[in-house]
């Protein structure tokens, strides 16, 4: 039987929300849709989008997160999961198993992604190079 009392409904419209800067990275903006509310904390959901460069990338790093999902909605990105240089376009669907070592190194300039991460307070870890990172393609005008 589902328990109905431990979350609640939510319904955010397409044109509700911004797009805000100050999440886990500044080269992104990240528009909540309202699913860590809901779940008290579960679960989190948000759309994140290019807002600079990949000068530097996000460095390696892991999560200390049950579950991660990455839905690429527009554009792509470049990953090393590992030692496995793994490009992400629309349409893919990534579940990044937990503690994977990984680091986004590259992406378009209209790359969007829908990230779904459980617990909503998933903490980043940096670590140790796996391996070289190829450098990013530079933005044209």
């Given at each position: ?41 579960k679960?989190?959901?948000?759309l ?10 996000t ?49 378009s300039?209209?790359?969007?992604y829908?990230e ?15 391996c ?10």
């Open positions: 039987m589902l328990d109905r009392t431990s979350t609640l409904f939510s319904h955010l419209k397409g044109d509700q929300g911004d797009y805000v800067s100050g999440g886990l990275r500044d080269f992104f903006l990240y528009r909540d849709l309202g699913i860590a509310a809901a779940t008290h904390g679960v989190i959901a948000h994140v989008k290019a807002n600079m460069p990949p000068d530097e990338g460095g390696w790093h892991r999560h200390e997160a049950d579950f991660q999902i990455v839905i690429m909605l527009k554009g792509w990105a470049r990953f090393m999961y590992e030692d496995q240089d793994t490009l992400v376009q629309a349409g893919d669907c990534v579940h990044q198993r937990p503690g994977i070592s990984h680091f986004l190194f590259d992406y300039p209209d790359m969007e829908l779904i991460v459980s617990p909503a307070d998933f903490k980043s870890i940096d670590v140790e190079p796996v070289e990172v190829p450098k990013p393609v530079p933005w044209t005008s």
